[in-house]
Each structure stands twice: as structure tokens, then as C-alpha cells.
């Protein structure tokens, strides 16, 4: 089998979590590309689920600042934690 090399730009805690990943699972960064790329092939689509986190909007993130900043400000409201049984 002929080989190529691919190169490929990640964030360096990205590619350090993965490696300790492969490294748990006991295989290369290659070879989790290369498994990647065989399903991929095989079965036409990206082989998970690819979506947007709600959590992440805009919107959200907007009012999680707002929040943070209320508490901050001692604006917020103290809230006792509900324990569900």
C-alpha cells in the first residue's frame, strides 16, 4: 500500500488532549485520521454528529455576561440549591 502524508493545523490543546486520547486507546494520531478517513469514505458523510451547542448562542452568552456582571455588582440573587430526590 502506497502512503501519503497529510498535514493538517489544530490548536495545540486540541492536539495534546487527542494524543493523550490516542495514547488511553493505544494508537497514533495517524491512525485515528486514518480510521476517520475510512468510515468517512465508506459511508459517504462525516460518521458522527456535527451541530451547533444551543448553550454557545450569542444570545446565551450575552446573558450569562449580563449575569455575571449583576453578580459581580452584588445585584444578583442568592439562590439555595434544590436538591432533587
Known amino acids: 500500500m502506497t502512503t501519503a502524508t497529510v498535514n493538517i493545523r489544530m490548536d495545540a490543546d486540541t492536539k495534546k488532549a487527542m494524543e493523550h486520547t490516542c495514547k488511553e486507546l493505544g494508537m497514533s494520531m495517524s491512525t485515528a485520521f486514518n480510521i476517520f478517513a475510512k ?4 459511508e459517504h ?3 458522527f454528529e456535527v451541530s451547533v ?3 454557545y448562542s450569542e444570545t446565551n452568552m450575552a446573558h450569562l455576561r449580563r ?7 452584588s445585584k444578583g440573587i442568592h439562590h439555595e440549591l434544590i436538591e432533587n430526590e
Open 39 to 42: 468510515k468517512m469514505s465508506r
Open 53 to 55: 451547542d444551543p448553550f
Open 45 to 47: 458523510r462525516i460518521p
Open 67 to 73: 449575569s455575571i456582571e449583576e453578580l459581580d455588582a
